[in-house]
């Protein structure tokens, strides 16, 4: 493997086309999301009726909060949940 310095990354880095928009937008959600997700799964472990609604419905728990229920952060969501 070759070895580069700082600098020869920042050369090749300044080389490549800037990101799409949407892949910059949703960089940017990112960290929003995670703290969305973690006050969720929190929640419902420390409350069996929060988690018994919203492992019922994790859609409408969602759309409670004013989060539109996408794929990924169900999937996600899903995964972490106890009981999910």
Do not use: C, K, N
């Amino acid at each position: 493997m070759t070895d580069y310095t700082e600098e020869r990354i920042a050369q090749l880095l300044r080389l490549l086309p800037p990101a799409p928009p949407g892949w910059v937008g949703a960089a940017q959600e990112l960290p929003g999301a995670r703290r969305l997700m973690d006050g969720i799964v929190e929640r419902a472990e420390a409350d069996a009726e929060y988690r018994r609604l919203v492992v019922a419905d994790l859609e409408a728990a969602l759309e409670a909060v004013g989060v539109e229920p996408a794929t990924p952060l169900l999937e996600e969501l899903r995964r972490r949940l106890p009981d999910g």
